[in-house]
């Protein structure tokens, strides 16, 4: 049997929503082989304040390296990277898988407010690592800070955002955009090409891992050879039905569902907003 293979490099986040876990849970839900180069761990959860233990960059090359020459790769992800010192290896041991579709989710800020990226190494990122992407993720206040915006309200400033940020060599850009109004609105920009990806909007507070989860269901559907507007159509799907069926664990911000699709699969309007689930 085959079965396409995608990589993580990412933080883990002990907590089991967002990072490394989220993306593994992903691949797995998407019928993809994950594997995972952790760049820090993350311990926390929702309520109190984070620790961050960075990797030491022999780890993480020894990671790249099990994954991508003793399995193979077909598809890989960047999410947390946390330093300049790491982009830049990372950058450096992307180059050798460089025909491989890459998804960069330039994570910054986790949901509890933990800083994911030092604020010095995002013109590395936007530099080094931006034009190695296939498919460029930023959520909306991602999108705002890599451009010098404070933040980005309208549907015409995340198009404008999508544009800016094309420029720095992506070959396609998805704009978070999150809840706009009643929907929740993405951006899709090939350079020529902008489309509005539109769902309706789900009222939980319980997105922790969205975002992750949403490049990681890209990620997976390009390790399959999928296209890549549709890869990011039915990450769309996928990411919109994790979202409706969040999980409560009773304290602070939840977790996304990632099993949903799979289990309940694609979300209607149907009960929107009325299928917060607290299984514990
Ligand atoms: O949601 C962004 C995110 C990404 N990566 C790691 C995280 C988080 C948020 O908690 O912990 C490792």
Known sequence: MTIARALSIAGSAAHGSAGIQADLKTFQERDVYGMAAITAIVAKNPVTASSIFEQPLEAIEAQFYTATKNVGVDAMKTGMLFTTEIIELVVHLLKNEKDKPLVVDPVMIGKMGSQLLHDDAIETMKKQLFPLATILTPNRHEA???????????????????????????????????????????????????????EPSVETIHTSGAGCSFSAAMTAELAKGTKTMEAVMLAKKYVTAAINHALSFGKGIGSTYHAAYRKFGEATNEGFGKKIKNLH
Request: no cysteine; net charge negative.
């Open 144 to 198: 705002a800070k890599l451009i010098g915006k404070k933040e980005l309200h309208t549907i015409e400033q995340l198009k404008d955002a999508a544009r800016e940020l094309h420029q720095f060599g992506p070959t396609y850009v998805v704009v978070k955009g999150g809840v706009i109004g009643e929907k929740a609105i993405d951006i899709l920009y090939d350079g020529h090409q902008m489309m509005e990806l539109v």
